[in-house]
C-alpha cells in the first residue's frame, strides 16, 4: 500500500489511526493520544511528524529534538509517547 499525505492544512485523518506499517518504508501510531508518523522518505528518516486532535503540532527530529511548534507542546506525556513510538522504530530498524 502507498503512504497517502494528507495536507496539514486540511488537519482531517480519514479514518481512525491504529498501529500502520506501510511497508518498510513508514510507520504511523496513536500513542496516549497522540499520533506519530515517520516516513524513512523524509529528509532520510529523520523526522517524525506529531498530530493531536488530527492537526500536526510540530516535528521530532532525531538531531535536534522537537522543533516546528513540537517544542511549545512538549511535555512529560508527550515525552514518554515519543520514547515508546522511537523504541518501536528501533526495534523495526527504522529511527537507530
Sequence with gaps: ????????AFCV???????FIF????????????IFQFTSADHDGRHVHVYRDNCEIGVYDKVAGPIRGLEKKW??????????????????????
Design 1 to 8: 500500500k502507498s503512504l497517502r499525505i494528507i495536507p496539514p
Design 13 to 19: 485523518l480519514a479514518r481512525p489511526v491504529q498501529r
Design 23 to 34: 511497508s518498510n518504508l513508514a510507520m504511523r501510531r496513536k500513542i496516549k493520544g497522540y
Design 75 to 96: 511535555n512529560g506525556e508527550l515525552r514518554e509517547a515519543m520514547n515508546e513510538f522511537i523504541k518501536e522504530l528501533n526495534e523495526c530498524g527504522y529511527f537507530q
